[in-house]
């Protein structure tokens, strides 16, 4: 079911009622070995997500972080348990794809540069070293592709490219968000775009810490 063009809190809390429902009838062992998640006992899982360990408690599938202060939004819940649910342990590629490569992701190409390339480009396109700072707070690393890129693995096998070229007086920045190839097999287009999404607002959102 697709969650995103249904934007209601009711649409979400279906979306999320079904994707419990799909956990809660399947293998824990099985799923965090295809995941990378943490199998603790056969009630509960850790999965690491933009770089913080979540629990989840079965059978009720409670998510949450070690504190259990923090409330995790509903779209948060959602990606984890598809990510979770439709996890097949492909292994990284080490190859780089775009989000119309994603099965379905041509007809979102427009809403995803809408959503995720516009603003960081905005946000990070006249000062690109600001952008792996930031990234490091998720667990990213710089990669050589562009003038300046990172990497980071939103979930364990989950990697999200950055990429941003500088620009000059006659040539305007520019830049690209990419993927390793394996993502088509823990994610579809639309949660693709919606984790995407997820991670660019943060990284925006953490630049108020690093203004002068």
């Known amino acids: 079911m697709s969650f995103y063009n249904n934007t209601s809190q009711e649409g979400f809390e279906l979306a999320y009622e079904l994707a419990c429902k799909k956990l809660v009838c399947m293998d824990l062992q099985e799923v965090c070995r295809k995941s990378g998640a943490k199998y603790l006992d056969r009630n509960r899982i850790m999965i690491s997500y933009l770089s913080r360990p979540h629990w989840i408690a079965l059978p ?83 990669s050589n592709y562009g003038d300046v890129s990172v990497s980071i693995d939103v979930f364990p096998m989950a990697r999200i490219f950055i990429i941003i070229w500088r620009g000059d007086e006659e040539v305007p920045h520019g830049g690209n968000i990419l993927f390793d190839g394996n993502i088509k097999n823990y994610l579809t287009s639309e949660d693709v775009c919606v984790l995407t999404e997820t991670l660019i607002w943060k990284l925006i959102n953490l630049t108020k810490a690093f203004s002068p």
């Open 60 to 142: 009720n599938v409670e998510i949450s972080l070690k504190d259990g202060e923090e409330k995790i939004p509903i779209k948060d819940r959602i990606l984890i348990l598809h990510y979770l649910t439709q996890a097949t342990g492909a292994p990284f590629t080490n190859k780089l794809i775009t989000y119309g490569q994603i099965e379905g992701g041509k007809f979102y190409c427009p809403v995803f540069v809408k959503r995720n390339l516009e603003p960081i480009l905005s946000c990070f396109g006249d000062r690109p070293e600001l952008l792996v700072d930031v990234a490091q707070k998720f667990g990213g690393q710089r």
